[in-house]
Every structure is written in structure tokens, then in C-alpha cells.
């Protein structure tokens, strides 16, 4: 009950509380046009946002593009993020996946995926990926890391296509020539169990 | 919008958030929301102001799930490429956004002008005059043209007034504005520095606190050794009534209870409460309470124990 708390713990928490903290604090100051505040943001997340761009777009010049694009819009828009929606971090990844699937939706698709579907094979999706001194104090990422090994090849599959390629049901039924039920609650029970990992946040 | 939670909705709502579902079940779900259907492939993202879902069963699932896509996005591998080559890749890209970003933020395109557009006067021409008069009336129509594009041009520059006034006070407006939500921000700043502060020094002694029986609500409270300020945030504490606040305590060797302040939650439900005085010198602190009391607090502890630790 009441009396010491095991310093690791802590520190763990601490960590986390204070990114998150940080973070909001940053997105305050650009709103009020702070480019220091918006140097620093970039510096803490523009490698993650570049390895998902890259993930999704599959080459350096388009996701460059895109990353300079995704924080423009942050220095522009930092006023429009909603605290009660998700985290500041969550949000900046949400705008870069966000654009990024559009701008794979306009391109001529159909060779790219050919070529990407060979590749598949070799390239991991997601993995635990070696990131900043700041992300390894990432809880939530461990979090997920964990879950992911304990989903089925298929679930994971499935949610991979969804999240990365921005397919809907229909669209990954066809490309797994599944039946369309199968792939909605392969879609369902996967994010679930993400979802426990991270309700089961203390 | 916005029919009765079911059971389905629930369902929907994590393919929802990945962006999969197709076009029917998109549509249904937004409806239930309030939320455009285009809005259904950003997710969690928002980029528009979309307003927060009206049913409040979704709203702390989609909360959750907007972690776990941000969780996703975490797992991403690296992007492929050498060391230098990540690294000169996001230089370039500093570099640019730097650029772009240096004269401060663009107001938004003030519309061009258009000018008063002076109108010249014609004077014509007379045919035969007789000569003595002639000076005379050329001076006439010169100054009658003149008189007209006087008026001309002083009409515009009155309307140009009109609007430079109009623009002076829409900025005067507006730097108000700016003015107070910079006093708002520095303010912000502040108590977050004294905050990150007390969190961050170098003995800070921490003590995790917990909700009381089901309940979720967790929080920590930091003591800075050296001077003794105490910072506390909770997190998952349900909103409070009208008339009621959260009233954080700390208890000493006695088992006395002494109040540290009041505070209010977010509608996250977190509580960040900077003590205002330092603890007393010499106090050992045994543990801390946070219960709900009446507004503006009591003296000492009168209603139940939302945590403690």
C-alpha cells in the first residue's frame, strides 16, 4: 500500500509520462509558431516517421517527399490536434500513414504490388525495430512488439495489409483469395488482442 | 446520427480504425459516429475537425485503438538504408522544413486589391471658339476634369480607407488573440518546467498510488528531496459532479492527514497538481490519498478515497 515503489518501475513510468508530456508541450509551441519547439519535434520523430513512410511508399525520394510534407502540415495544423484523441506521437504517425496511402492510391498501383508481393517473402512488416535513444522507452511499442507474437501468421497478415497498404476487406480477400468472413474476424480478433495488450497497461 | 450503441458497432470499430472497412459498413459506422465517412480511412488521425464521436462507448474504444495503431506504427521496421544515408535524408529534409518554416507562420492570403481604378475624363474638343474666350474655357474643362477625377480618385481612397480600418482592426483582433494564448502557452510552459523539474531531480522520491477496489484509476506522486516541492498526476479518474473536487493528502509518521491541494481532471481523466508550498522540513512522509470532497476542499478528509499509495 502506501510507503516506497520500486524505483525501475519508476523510472519506466517516468519516462513515458514525461515523453508524452513533452511532446504536448512541443505541439502548444508550434501552434504558437515556435520553430525551435517544431526543430525538436522533428529531431525526437522524424526517423519513425520515415521508416514507416518508407514502409509504405517502398522508396527514399517519395518518402522524403512525404515526410517534409507531413510536418509542414504539423507546423501548419499543431492547433488541431485533439488531446483527447490520441497521443501527440499517435497523431503525427496517423497523418504520415494518412498521406502516405493516398499518395500509393493515386500511383498507377497494379506493378508495384506484383513487384512487392515477390519481395514479401524476404522483407519483415513488423518487427521490433531498433529506434531512437527516445523510443526505446517506448512501453507502448513493447507492448504491441509482444502482442504481434501472439498472433496467428494469417491475423497478422491480414492487419498488415490493411495498415500498410491501406486495403479494405474485400481488397485483402481478394489478394488471399480467402472467403470475406474469414478475413473480417481474422481483422477483428487480431486488433483485439492488440488492444488487450495495451488496455492491460497499468 | 448517432443511433443507440449495439453490439456491432463494437465489432466494426477496429477495422474502422485500420481503414478496412469497405464502403456499406464504413457508412454505417460513421453515421453512428458523427463522423464524415471519408473520415473512415484516417482513423484515429483526424486531420479535419471531425467532431469526437457523440456515443461515448466508441469513443473510449476508439482512444484505445488509436494507441494500438500508433503501437503499429512503432513496430515498422527502420527504414532499409545505411546509417548515412537515413541520416542525410532527414538533414535534407531539416533543412528545407527550416527554411520553410523561418519567417513564422503564413497568415493566410490576404485577397489582392483591386484597385480604385481612377477613371481619366474627357474633355473633348470643342470646334470653333472664338479666340478671346478660348484660354478661358480650356482652363474650365481642365479644371472640371480635374474636379471629376478628384472625385474619382477620392472616392476610391475613401473606400481604401474604409478597408485599411476594417484590416487595422481584424489584426487588433487578432494579435489579441495571439496575445492570449501566448500568455496561455508561457503559462503552460512554466508549470510544465516546474513540473518536469521536481520529476526529473536527480532524488526524486516517487510513490505509486492505486484506485480502490475495481476501480482503474492510478497515479504518482514526486518529491523533490532537496527542496521539497511535490508534484502529483493521476490518470483514469472519472469526472466529477458539479459541486465536487479531488483533494490530494499526505500522510506523516502521526498518521495525520494534511491537504496538499485540490485539482480537477481533463476529459482524459488526468490530474496534474503542482503543490504550491513546499512540504514541511523534517515531515516524514508515510503515504498519500487522494479523495473526493466538496468544491474548493475541507480541512481534512470528509469523502471517499479515489487512491492512495
Not at chain 1, 521490433?128 to 491475423?155: C, F, M, V, W, Y
Not at chain 2, 492570449?180 to 523539474?197: G, I, K, N, P, W
Request: with cysteine; proline share 6%.
Amino acid at each position: 500500500m502506501r510507503g516506497r515503489a520500486e524505483r525501475d518501475e519508476v523510472q519506466g513510468t517516468t519516462a513515458m509520462d514525461v515523453a508524452q508530456l513533452e511532446d504536448s508541450y512541443l505541439l502548444g509551441r508550434i501552434a504558437a509558431g515556435d520553430q525551435e519547439a517544431f526543430a525538436r519535434f522533428f529531431d525526437v520523430h522524424s526517423p519513425i516517421v520515415l521508416g514507416n513512410l518508407f514502409r509504405i511508399l517502398g522508396g527514399r525520394g517519395e518518402a522524403e517527399e512525404v515526410l517534409q510534407e507531413v510536418f509542414l502540415q504539423v507546423w501548419q495544423q499543431a492547433a488541431r490536434y485533439e488531446p483527447g484523441r490520441s497521443s501527440p506521437r499517435g497523431w503525427l504517425l496517423m497523418l504520415a500513414r494518412s498521406r502516405a496511402l493516398d499518395r500509393l492510391r493515386r500511383r498507377e498501383a497494379r506493378t508495384r504490388r506484383e513487384e512487392e508481393a515477390a519481395a514479401e517473402a524476404t522483407y519483415p512488416r513488423l518487427v521490433t525495430p531498433l529506434g531512437t535513444e527516445r523510443l526505446e522507452k517506448s512501453e507502448l511499442r513493447d507492448r504491441i512488439g509482444a502482442a504481434l507474437n501472439l498472433l496467428s501468421p494469417e491475423q497478422r497478415t491480414c492487419i498488415e495489409l490493411a495498415f500498410f497498404e491501406g486495403l479494405t476487406h474485400t481488397q485483402i480477400a481478394e489478394r488471399l483469395e480467402a472467403p470475406l468472413g474469414t478475413i473480417k474476424s481474422r481483422i477483428l480478433l487480431g486488433m483485439n488482442k492488440l488492444r488487450q495488450a495495451i488496455g492491460d497497461r497499468s | 446520427m448517432n443511433h443507440s450503441h449495439s453490439p456491432r458497432h463494437e465489432e466494426l470499430l477496429p477495422a474502422y480504425v485500420l481503414g478496412a472497412l469497405d464502403g456499406d459498413e464504413a457508412g454505417e459506422l460513421a453515421e453512428h459516429l458523427g463522423e464524415p465517412a471519408a473520415a473512415a480511412a484516417a482513423g484515429a488521425s483526424g486531420e479535419g475537425p471531425a467532431p469526437w464521436p457523440l456515443c461515448p462507448i466508441c469513443a473510449a474504444q476508439l482512444r484505445q485503438l488509436a494507441a494500438v495503431m500508433e503501437g503499429l506504427a512503432l513496430s515498422a521496421p527502420p527504414a532499409p538504408l545505411a546509417e548515412a544515408e537515413a541520416a542525410a535524408t532527414l538533414a535534407a529534409s531539416r533543412r528545407r522544413l527550416m527554411a520553410e518554416t523561418a519567417a513564422g507562420r503564413a497568415p493566410a492570403g490576404a485577397a489582392p486589391v483591386a484597385g480604385p481604378g481612377g477613371a481619366a475624363g474627357d474633355g473633348g474638343s470643342g470646334a470653333r471658339r472664338p479666340a478671346a474666350g478660348r484660354w478661358a474655357w480650356l482652363a474650365a474643362a481642365a479644371l472640371l476634369v480635374l474636379a471629376v477625377g478628384a472625385a474619382v480618385v477620392q472616392g476610391g481612397l475613401r473606400a481604401e480607407i474604409e478597408r485599411l480600418r476594417g484590416e487595422r482592426t481584424r489584426i487588433a483582433l487578432r494579435a489579441d488573440a495571439l496575445e492570449r494564448r501566448l500568455a496561455q502557452v508561457e503559462m503552460d510552459a512554466e508549470r510544465l518546467a516546474r513540473t518536469m523539474a521536481v520529476i526529473t531531480a536527480p532524488g526524486a522520491q516517487s510513490v505509486q498510488m492505486a484506485g480502490m477496489g475495481s476501480s482503474h484509476a492510478a497515479g504518482r506522486t514526486w518529491v523533490d528531496a532537496a527542496d521539497r516541492r511535490a508534484v502529483f498526476y493521476g490518470v483514469r479518474l472519472p469526472p466529477l459532479g458539479a459541486g465536487k473536487t479531488y483533494q490530494l493528502w499526505f500522510i506523516d509518521d502521526d498518521d495525520r492527514k494534511t491537504s496538499a491541494g485540490t485539482f480537477a481532471v481533463n476529459d482524459r481523466g488526468e490530474g496534474l497538481l503542482m503543490v504550491s508550498q513546499p512540504l514541511p522540513a523534517g515531515t516524514h512522509i508515510e503515504g498519500w490519498v487522494v479523495t473526493i470532497e466538496p468544491s474548493g476542499g475541507r480541512p481534512q478528509p470528509t469523502g471517499p478515497i479515489a487512491l492512495a499509495g
